[in-house]
């Protein structure tokens, strides 16, 4: 398909909303550069397995019977059951499993226990065997079991959660032991690996626990097989000599299972900034894992965007002056910032944990000391913003939650421009900040860890994108524009992320935490100051026709606190300092005014909007001559969400 008849595309099911992103940089790139794509996006799709097996035991079986049925043509495909079956299929394919992506709550099927009988009765040959099925079913229906697939409150967060890093019978307190045990014993601790990132913790026969470590020769073997052999072919088409190595190291880690091996790998990849293709392929994130250490599997490439990472590399050439003029404390500065490399890139494949929902901007490493020896790459995903802002044009979302007419004005007419400023601060400059002090444990905030550094990085960004640094190195249209950026952020974090929650329900993400935290506490922050000096509020929500409204009335004040607010979060990384980290995120982080979100439900409910966004991929296909000969590679854009799942089903099993 062409690229002047691309279509963002409007599927819609559920409470999620499919798109397009466009690759127009592939165009122009050479054969030999199109082939290593091909390669390296066979790898990133080889492992989608992998993160389903991750997310719950369960979900690859209950897939397979899913889409077993799906296929059946002796089942009748109309009624109301059925239509509950396909946003069913749809939901768990989006998620990559039977819990929401986002909430991580299981999903409650509206068909009825007896239809889905029914339909497996009718499957001549089913890949799922009726003892099988019997459990299955139990866990799709049964709203009590494995309700949660991470869970961040109780007294035993993996004995609450059904993800699969942990075997089923493995305590927080036996896990929690076990690692810090392996910590103690580092031969180097100021260089540590990251211990757990790649294994699923289980007993032994004796009681024992022992890791059962991914590589091709153990636990998911058969995929990490499949992504190597991908890899292999991809070592042929590398744009340069750096780019094999890479590639090399990768395998050897996936072959052996070394974190140490790791970490070279890691240190080599950092260091390649020359190419303009670049991947990652590997146990990434830990976000799916309550304790915050175990890795799921994510794999996504990316073509260098040249025009737009100019104003990336602006900000990685002025890394230095951030840092020395942060309002942190300068016990917790880095007295010299390494190897940061900023781009602004277009996806060319997503995978793994990034697909169908995806990041738009990710910072990697996330060994604190890979960061601060050798540095750390930083992307924003510019054909993905481009699309997710191209689906919210005249969709009435900002008219709805942004009344006054100037602020709209103000908010249209920057707010893209300055989001994507945000999330190059957020990634390149606000992840690479800081400095945890000597003998603090980098994983010293636990459950909590994922929440402040998310924090740490916002407010980095929101701090620097009002500086008059940013007008004077050309970053910014105007003066005043990054109050657009303050305005919807403070909008989002109060109210309009709410609606990605069930009512009676509190915020669990690390992400929604993070926003919730920086709004609630500069909300406290600006009506305890004007209560003592007597003044408007820096900030405040009001009453207007009905409806909360946002109303900022100070935004050099609201910066201010944004400042003190960065210093405190940079303090709790640095010192590893959990206990006044659980109070933060518990006071503004986790709880909801049900008044207020009861309004902001119905408000957006009225909207007709799907709250949660998502990819539908290209897909990529090698031309070839009456002789056999690869003469280019196709992308096409034509595939739809069903196809291309069911695709993927097969191709990548």
Same mark, same amino acid.
């Given at each position: ?78 009624? *109301? ?298 992307? *924003? ?41 945000? *999330? ?206 690869? *003469? ?22």
């Amino acid at each position: 398909m062409k690229n002047n008849t691309f279509s963002y595309g409007d599927v819609r099911f559920a409470d999620i909303q499919l798109l397009r992103y466009r690759v127009p940089a592939f165009d122009s790139l050479s054969l030999k550069q199109k082939l290593y794509i091909y390669h390296l996006s066979e790898a990133a799709l080889a492992g989608r397995n992998i993160l389903w097996d991750q997310n719950c035991r369960f979900n690859l079986s209950i897939r397979r019977l899913l889409e077993d049925i799906l296929n059946n043509s002796s089942i009748l495909h109309e009624g *109301t059951d059925w239509e509950a079956f396909v946003t069913y299929i749809r939901q768990v394919w989006f998620a990559n499993g039977i819990h929401h992506h986002y909430s991580t709550d299981k999903f409650t099927p509206a068909f009825s226990d007896a239809w889905l009988r029914e339909a497996y009765s009718r499957i001549d040959s089913p890949v799922v065997k009726p003892e099988e099925f019997e459990t299955l079913l139990n866990v799709i229906v049964n709203p009590s079991v494995l309700a949660k697939r991470v869970c961040q409150s109780g007294e035993d967060l993996l004995q609450a959660s059904a993800c699969n890093y942990y075997a089923p019978d493995v305590t927080q307190k036996e896990a929690e032991d076990y690692y810090n045990a392996l910590k103690a014993k580092a031969p180097n601790p100021d260089q540590p690996v990251m211990y757990g990132m790649n294994s699923r913790l289980e007993h032994n026969a004796d009681g024992t626990l022992t890791e059962n470590t991914y590589y091709t020769q153990g636990l998911y073997g058969t995929e990490l097989n499949r992504i190597c052999s991908h890899l292999e072919n991809a070592l042929e088409y590398a744009e340069n000599e750096k780019q094999k190595d890479i590639i090399h190291l990768l395998l050897k880690f996936y072959q052996t299972g070394s974190l140490d091996i790791f970490d070279q790998y890691t240190i080599e990849w950092v260091a390649e900034t020359e190419g303009e293709i670049d991947f990652v392929n590997g146990f990434t994130e830990v976000y799916g894992d309550p304790l915050g250490l175990k890795a799921s599997w994510e794999g996504y490439v990316n073509i260098l965007d040249k025009e737009a990472t100019k104003r990336t590399e602006i900000l990685s050439q002025n890394a230095q002056w951030f840092e020395d003029n942060s309002p942190v404390d300068e016990r917790f500065k880095k007295k010299e910032c390494k190897g940061v490399t900023a781009r602004v890139v277009q996806a060319a494949i997503l995978g793994g944990d990034l697909y169908p929902s995806s990041a738009i901007g990710i910072n990697l490493p996330n060994s604190n000391w890979i960061r601060s020896v050798h540095g750390s790459k930083s992307v *924003t995903i510019g054909n993905l913003t481009e699309a997710y802002d191209n689906a919210a044009k005249g969709n009435g979302f900002r008219q709805e939650f942004i009344p006054d007419e100037d602020v709209l004005k103000m908010v249209n007419d920057f707010a893209h421009q300055l989001d994507d400023l945000h *999330t190059d601060l957020h990634e390149c400059l606000g992840h690479g900040s800081g400095v945890i002090l000597p003998g603090v444990d980098a994983d010293a905030l636990g459950v909590h860890g994922s929440t402040i550094e998310e924090a740490r990085a916002d407010l980095f960004a929101l701090y620097y994108i009002a500086d008059q640094k940013m007008h004077q190195l050309g970053l910014t249209p105007t003066m005043d524009a990054w109050k657009s950026n303050y305005y919807t952020y403070m909008l989002n974090g109060l109210m309009t992320q709410l609606v990605r929650i069930q009512p009676n329900c509190q915020i669990e993400e690390a992400h929604m935490r993070n926003r919730a935290i920086i709004a609630n506490w500069c909300l406290e922050q600006s009506s305890y100051w004007a209560k003592i000096f007597g003044m408007p509020p820096a900030m405040e929500l009001v009453k207007k026709d009905g409806k909360t409204q946002l109303v900022i009335n100070d935004y050099p004040t609201l910066r201010q606190y944004i400042g003190q607010l960065l210093a405190e979060v940079q303090r709790i990384k640095s010192e590893g300092d959990t206990e006044a980290a659980r109070k933060l995120v518990e006071k503004y982080g986790v709880e909801i005014d049900s008044e207020l979100h009861e309004e902001v439900l119905s408000r957006y409910k009225a909207l007709n909007l799907a709250p949660y966004k998502g990819f539908i991929n290209p897909r990529y296909s090698l031309v070839k001559d009456s002789n056999g000969n690869i *003469t280019d590679v196709a992308i096409s854009y034509d595939e739809s969400y069903d196809e291309q799942m069911l695709r993927y089903g097969r191709d990548y099993s």
